[in-house]
Every structure is written in C-alpha cells, then in structure tokens.
C-alpha cells in the first residue's frame, strides 16, 4: 500500500501548499487496485495541481472518506467531487453537516450544502460505526473517548444544539485504518477525538498499530499533554509517526526527539510505502 500526501502546510519544489490534510490512499487487494481519497483540504485546486504533478490521478476511485467536518479537510470536496464526474460515496459521521464554529463568531465547518454535494454526485455513507472502505481498510467510526491524558479537548469549538450554545465535542471525528503485514496504519485529520484514543480505538479493530500519520491537534497543547501523547504511543506499542498540520512545532519536536529515524514531518508529495 501507499500513501501520497496531496494537501498539506509543507511543499517544496513546484508542488502547493495549502492549510489542511488530504491523503490518496493506494491499496492492492487479491489483485485489484483501489483507490480511496482521506480528507480533500481547504481548496481543490492546489491538490488538482500536485496530482498533475505527481502524476497521479483519481480515475477508478472508491470512495471519499472525511475525518471530520473542519473547512480545512472537506472544503476541497466539491472540487473533488466535480473532478471525478460521477457518483462516489462519500464515507463520514452522521453531524457532518452540524454547524461548528470558534468565538468571536468564525464558522469552520463544512462549507456546503448536502444538497448542492449529492448533485454533484457525493453519496453519503454516514455511520457512528465503522466502516469497511475496501477490504482492510476500516473508518475507526466514532472514537471513545477513553485516555486520561486526553479528558480535556485540545480545540474550543462550539456548536447549538437544542437552541442552546454548547462545547462541541466533535464526535464526528474519526480515522482510517489500513491493516498491512507490519500491522495498522492509522491516517488521521485533525485527531479532535484525541490520538491516543483514536490509536486505542484503531488496535481494537486491527490489533497492533504500526504508524499513524496526520494531524494531531497540540499546536495550542500545553508540554506535559505533549510529553504525555508522546510515552502514550510508546505505551501503545506505535513504531513510526508522520506528522504536521495541526500537530504544532512543538509538538512535532517531541515525536523526533522520542522517536528519531521514526519520525516524518509530512509534507506535499511525500510517499509513505508499507508491505500490504
Ligand atoms: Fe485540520
Ligand atoms: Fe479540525
């Protein structure tokens, strides 16, 4: 299997960059070819431009799965969408389409309308539970929250419900999980369900978990939560970490120290290969 980062903060060379996490997803499977798209970034025209670039393409493709509902992974969506040119499902959770937002009053939800998506050919597959994308290759559905280090979110959103404004605690978050021979790989978003429960939660389904790769969300997360995430993955056994996004400079610092070779700061055009 690989993996092809297509949008990320990091780029060299002539490919773009752009604030956000789209990931192409390359699996064989008793000898057919899959392809899934993880998250679609902010915009779809830098990641149009690095598939032309990276000579990749989106022609076969079996499905779309967000991680969440942050602009920053689904605002490249119709983009996507209009791209393929006909009808693909579109794997996510059930509040996908739940206003989320930060105070003062900035919405960072999901920038369109269900129906102007299911036009464009998006047919939705919205489930708590997970989901079978391609043969070993599993959404984690909604992550319990369950790690003491990670009782407090990182991110204080909101959202209304019952005409009430209320914390959102963005159950919508969820992951991919790859079962390879080396054991899982674990793609996430933005990881608001907390990684170390998201890494919990991906052993459940496939056993060990050999990487995880994405964002982490401690760009605002004080040094003891780091350092906690950091022997939280020792702990569970992970063996290598690709990260950036919103995982935050220190953050990332603590990972390469602890983990070394192990250690990737993702960056646009990257290829991570793992034996199916
Ligand atoms: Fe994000
Ligand atoms: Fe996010």
């Not at 419900?161 to 963005?170: F, K, S």
Request: proline fraction near 4%; charged fraction near 25%.
């Amino acid at each position: 299997m690989e993996v092809v980062v297509l949008a990320e903060e990091h780029a060299s060379g002539r490919l773009w960059a752009q604030h956000g996490i789209s990931f192409l997803l390359k699996v064989e499977r008793g000898g057919k070819a899959y392809k899934v798209l993880f998250d679609t970034g902010t915009s779809w025209e830098p990641i149009q431009h690095n598939l032309r670039l990276l000579n990749e393409d989106l022609n076969e493709l079996t499905a779309i799965v967000l991680s969440h509902r942050h602009y920053d992974h689904t605002g490249g969506l119709l983009g996507a969408l209009k791209s393929v040119g006909k009808p693909v499902p579109v794997i996510a959770h059930p509040d996908i389409f739940s206003v989320n937002f930060v105070l003062p009053m900035r919405e960072i939800g999901l920038p369109y309308s269900r129906e102007e998506l299911k036009e464009a050919g998006a047919r939705f597959v919205l489930s708590k539970d997970p989901v079978e994308v391609v043969p070993g290759v599993i959404t984690t559905g909604e992550v319990p929250r369950v790690d003491p280090v990670e009782r407090e979110m990182t991110l204080e959103a909101y959202t209304v419900r019952d005409g009430r404004l209320v914390r959102d605690p963005m159950m919508d978050d969820l992951s991919l999980v790859v079962k390879t021979s080396v054991g899982g790989i674990v793609l996430t978003g933005c990881s608001h369900a907390g990684v170390l429960n998201i890494v919990r939660r991906a052993k459940q389904l496939v056993g060990e978990v050999y990487a995880v790769m994405g964002g982490f969300h401690l760009i605002s997360a004080d040094d003891n939560r780091i350092e906690a995430t950091v022997r939280g993955f020792r702990e569970l056994g992970v063996k290598k970490v690709m990260t950036g996004h919103c995982t935050g400079v220190r953050a990332e610092c603590a990972f390469l120290r602890e983990y070394g070779e192990d250690f990737d700061q993702l960056a646009v055009g990257k290829r991570y290969s793992f034996p199916d």
